[in-house]
């Protein structure tokens, strides 16, 4: 059992790791956790996981104002340590503090309801994109000019339900709504349908996109069907994705999926059939190399740790957080592979 638990008294529905300069080793994991509760006051937990002892401990616990439901930290290589929070009627910016058991300072509140929160990709951190209904806005983080609002960009007529930025050409945003899917390119400030994908998930909703760090034009999807798909973008004129993979991953909806995010054969899920599962797959054939299934009510999220690529986290509803590992086997073979 390689797997450690940690229970919230609150029903939860985000996580994200937080690279944090106190964090002096790989071997320590530092994870926000958000709650999502509407009858008691909400809060958000830091939890530190140490893998060489197999323990959490919650170093840190910051109120909150209304039931967050999506959470966003920015890249560990930024100089500041910002995390996004959203809740149904605005956004806020937290700036975490040096002393990360500090209670974070609010920096910015956006009122609005949205959906996703786009971190610069660089790490200059001056400005924060989300997405809003169907627009997709730019608001600057940069000195006195904060809260100014830099762009606002209509994104057609339906509503963005999940979006990604691609890590190999940051000024392009992937863009999911019911059934359609399109790439937002912010240089030309242009919406581009992707064709021949119409629709991805059967009758059914695409529910979270990935782009692979590793591999250039590489990217998932992951849907109400339970199934996650691997696709090649192409652009020839116009946006084209061929399959690579399909992975029936989940029996019921996929709520999140992400490629690990550095060794291109890994990927973690989460679904609402209580269960978080770790995958090994290349073009022809996938794996299923963990199946965590002792949380006990539908899985909500799930994240790669940012202190090494080994570790990987979910969250129930319920509140259960399980932290754990990629086998040891495993790793041995992927950096083996990755050598030849």
Known sequence: MTSCVYGLDLQANSICSLYHESTNSQETHKFLISSCS???????????F?????????????PVKQAISGMW?????SSKILVATASSNEMNILNVQ???????????????????VLWDLEGLQNEVKFISGNKLIQVSLDGGKIGDEK???NLGSEEVHVAALDPHHPSLALLCGYLSISIFDMRAKSVNDVTSVYPLHGFGKTTAIDFSPSNPNELLSAGTDGTILIHDIRFD?????????AIPSHEHTVRRALFNPFHKELLVSCSSEQTMKLFEF??????????VDEFGDSVMDTCWSSSNPWVFAGVSFNGKVIIDTVPNDTKMQVLLDEKK
């Open 38 to 48: 509407f009858s008691n006051e909400n809060k958000i937990h830091l939890l530190e």
């Open 50 to 62: 140490d893998e060489r002892n197999k323990s959490i401990e919650c170093t840190s616990v910051w």
């Open 73 to 77: 930290t920015s890249p560990a290589l």
């Open 98 to 116: 040096e002393n990360s058991c500090s209670e974070p300072k609010t920096i910015l509140t956006v009122s609005k309801r949205v959906s996703k």
């Open 151 to 153: 762009g606002n960009y």
């Open 237 to 245: 004129g116009k946006y084209t994705l061929e399959r690579k993979c």
């Open 282 to 291: 290349n073009n022809k054939s996938f794996n299923c190399l963990k199946c």
